[in-house]
């Protein structure tokens, strides 16, 4: 908790003791009695009574002095309070909120394969106002009717009369990006709704006064982001207020605007300056701040609470300096605290509990330092190509499109110190203090693959929508150093390819091998953790266990969180779910600060230059594999062991058709009979239980795959 210094708490307290001496009934030019500033549970101490009493009968001068001490102390504490970040509360908005969402972009495939059906499932659950309305924009001409159809089969049909309620929110508007008079007209349509929503149908004079009202008020702000006071000294927002004052009184409706902007990075500069211009002032005149303050103190300003925000979908530059040029381009008209840069992967749920995981549980947070890690592995896997739509891939490439920015989230939770509080920014200040350590990776920190043909499966150049002769890479595996004292040594590698054998998201924490060890060389035995994200999301810790029986024979084996098994019947919400709620709330813990994305990129971009000149050789690898035979050695030199452990070979979680122990070992005995019949014998079925994990394809890495070189993915 921060407090007042001392010279600023007794500066407080002899003003206050000023308007004490005044309210307790002391003649002008009596001096008040002197106020000590007192130790923690201690009383207000004052002069005796008569000794400053200027001629005051003392009992009326001591009783003038403890009511003045009373009222000096209650003011007095108010001065001293934690830091507003320590009382920082995610927004409950409660049913009192009117919400427009704009979906721009609203006709392509992210809005009706993401966005949709996230708003979808939160209106289902109850988590949006009832007075809601969700506004596509686009420039395809399609009516209010046409998107309703084209996202009905998005939709979850189970519930037909609620997906009704859902479409009968929806509406679409015609427009062009780069043009004004299609914000002109959305910003319109979004005050009457706001006017309606607030007091009923308003007069067409109503509506003209206020919109005019307006736009008056944001020429006058100049730009100013939360409401602010114009040059010429009236806060934004009192001609509307006085417009619309007749409308609904002294205090307007709670309103809120989110701008989800489903489009492609290269049209934000014009999109966020035309949305700023026509349509980010709330009907009322307020100009929505993000940290939820209505602008300018009219009668007729919207409530407490109100907001106006904007979610902006990756990628966010090219490089450092693209990105810096593109956040100019937005900051100039959009301040940070209105800005939600979506991360998907910051709402996965085991993401999510990666705080949980190091601050709440000494049992995991007590190693997880450079004495006791060996090395750290962030994988994510694809096990498909770009399939036609390597246009877009091919000028970005694996570490853009994925590393720079969900991976180094994940690193960034993982290795962060603890923050101060879970105020959105104290989080995010360890996160930027992190990343800031993390020297850029060098040449000879990497291990870049393109996947071939193989399979019947086309390779990535026999895309036709690739550059011919094109060197982007498909897989890259990068390694990195945070230069700390908690860190400092341990290599951290991030793994990332499409066209893999499997769908993986996992962070895999390898330790030590204890030293002097009692039970002979534990190298492959080592113990470790794993979060697997996807598929089937679960924590698991690997140890080395006494064996069953009546020898002292030791093996691996596993502590195991399988959330499918844990957790039956719950049904983890969608990660775009769970961040439109978040921006709702105000919340911008998992959204990316601008000061994040520039150490990300300033920790990537010598590499990616490089990549781009044709400095680093290029791997090929077949289509279903795990990935190119050089990242073995690559990974081996960062210090990864193979370790002899196997997921078990028939698990509930992945058949959860199976619970009984009969049904477990039938399967079982189906599993060793078909490894012999491929003639592998007792040895082989020994080998396909090892193998997988010590490559990476067992535990987190999948089930039952083929044994593979040690280090691959």
Known sequence: MSRLASKDLDAAAREIAQAAAAAAGFPPGVAPPPLTVPKPGAAMQHTPAGAAGGGLDPKAHAAAAAAASQLMMEQLMEHVCPSARDEWRADSFGGNLRLSIVVLGASGDLAKKKTYPALYQLFKKGFLPRRLQIVGYARSRMSTPELRERLRGYLDSGDCECVEQFLNSCSYMHGEYDAAEGYERLGTELSAWEAQMSVGTPTKAHLAAATAAAQAALAQAAGGANGGAPAGG?????????????????????????????LPPVVYPQVCEHLRTYCAT???????????????????????????????????????ASSEALANSIGAHWPEEQLYRIDHYLGKELVQNMLMLRFANPIFSAFFNRHYISNIQITFKEPFGTE???????????????????????LALLTMEAPVSLHPDDIRDEKVKVLRCIAPAGLGDCVLGQYAADKGQPG?????????????????????????????????????????????????????????????????????????????????????VKKPGLEMDFEMSELDLSYPERYKGVVIPDAY???ILDCIRGDQQHFVRRDELRAAWAIFTPLLHAIDAGAVPLHPYPYGSRGPAAVDQFITDSGYQRTEYSWQQVHPSHHPQMSTPAQLAAAAREAAAAREAAGGGAAAAVGAAAGPVAGGGGGADGVGAAPAPAGKL
């Open 234 to 262: 009236a806060p934004p927002g009192n001609a509307a207020a006085a417009a619309g004052g007749g409308l609904h009184g002294p205090q307007g409706a709670r309103l809120g605007r989110l701008f989800y902007l489903a």
């Open 577 to 579: 779910e769970r961040l």
């Open 460 to 544: 990535y150049l026999d895309d036709p929508t690739v550059h011919p002769g094109s060197r982007t890479p498909t897989f890259a595996a990068v390694r990195v150093f945070v230069r700390n004292e908690r860190w400092d040594g341990v290599p951290i590698i991030i793994k990332a390819g499409k066209a893999l054998n499997e769908r993986l998201a996992a962070v895999r924490i390898q330790l030590r091998t204890p030293p002097a060890s009692i039970f002979g060389p534990l190298d492959h035995m080592r113990n470790e953790l794993v979060v697997r994200f996807q598929p089937g999301e679960a924590i698991y810790a690997k140890m080395v």
């Open 388 to 410: 036609g739509r390597g246009g877009y891939f091919d000028s970005y490439g694996i570490i853009r499109d994925v590393i720079q920015n969900h991976l180094a989230q994940v």
């Open 282 to 320: 709330l009907f009322g005149g307020g100009g929505g701040g993000g940290g939820g303050d209505r602008a300018g103190r009219g009668a007729a300003q919207p409530a407490q609470g109100s907001f106006v925000r904007l979610i902006l979908e990756k990628p966010f530059g090219s490089d450092l």
